[in-house]
């Protein structure tokens, strides 16, 4: 299952993939969340789908405006550092426990909205990732449980403020600008992909020129675990984004660095789920 959030001329809507076409959910049950943080809390969800699906109408992606996915999520739990290529290109050693840290949601943007250049740093850097969603409640899960509680998948790129971010040893301004994060474009039920999204390749581009290309199975610790390892101190919620990490090529860790422009193009894609792109401006 395919589910997309839409605005269209300021009503904010859910759709479905079926077959090549998308339906509006909306249309058909104007009840019916189009943020899906909202609606994963609802234990029939799949359910409410199922029955808005029957008598939706077609919905022309040309005529609406992709929005995140996710903009009521109660946890954005990011992961650093968990490619080793990654942190071989970083000022940092491999990590025994995962890198978590915080990101907010009123940072996002969906597909094809522009990412923004903050006028303070010319260091904005891409990082492609690929997000887990959670869809059932839970604390202290083990890790053999963990995938119980996925609801599925979809795609971030994290915009970072790299001298912002370095300028302590946290990291939140720095990856908390505004619309500075990337979500979507869809989100993608687990049910459709491997599990834990292993095996899946992650490519990252700009203007068409690949800088990150790598397989999420060269994650350090992986989807399942870092599932485990969050819920030792937080209870996870339906609707919590985990977001994995990105792999090597980003642009810090370049000779010389190579960061996004007023006018470029970045694109991340992942195997089976879809393509992110973004146009990049400068802040007004």
Not at 175 to 195: I, Q, R, Y
Not at 239 to 252: C, K
Request: with cysteine.
């Amino acid at each position: 299952m395919r589910l997309l959030s839409y605005n269209r001329r300021g009503t904010h809507g859910l759709a479905l993939q079926s077959g090549n076409d998308w339906l509006d959910l909306t249309a058909a049950a104007p009840q019916i969340s189009s943020d899906m943080a909202v609606l994963l809390q609802s234990a029939d969800w799949r359910n409410d789908v199922a029955q808005a699906a029957k008598g939706a109408p077609k919905l022309n992606l040309a005529q609406v405006e992709f929005l995140a996915p996710f903009r009521a999520s109660q946890k954005i739990l990011c992961v650093g550092l968990n490619y080793v290529a990654h942190v071989a290109e970083s000022p940092y050693k491999q990590p025994d426990y995962p890198t978590f840290f915080g990101r907010f949601a009123s940072t996002l943007i969906g597909h094809g909205q522009p990412l923004v250049k903050p006028k303070v740093s010319d260091e904005f850097d891409y990082e492609g990732e690929l997000v887990a969603v959670i869809g059932k409640k839970g604390r202290h899960i083990k890790v053999e449980d963990a995938l119980d509680h996925v609801a599925g998948y979809t795609i971030f790129n994290e915009g970072s403020v790299r001298n912002f971010q370095f300028k302590s040893p946290q990291w939140t301004v720095g990856k908390n600008f505004d619309d500075s994060g990337a979500c979507g474009p869809w989100f993608v039920t687990a049910d459709e992909l491997p599990a834990g999204a292993k095996g899946l390749r992650l490519t990252t581009r700009v203007n068409g020129r690949v800088e990150q290309d790598a397989s999420t199975d060269d994650m350090i610790f992986d989807v399942a675990t870092l599932i485990s390892i969050a819920s030792e101190a937080m209870t996870l919620v339906p609707g919590d984004m985990l977001v994995t990490g990105t792999p090597s090529g980003v642009g810090f860790g370049k000779k010389p660095p190579v960061y996004m422009r007023s006018g470029d193009v970045c694109e991340v894609e992942i195997e089976r789920i879809g393509v992110l792109r973004n146009p990049v401006v400068a802040e007004a």
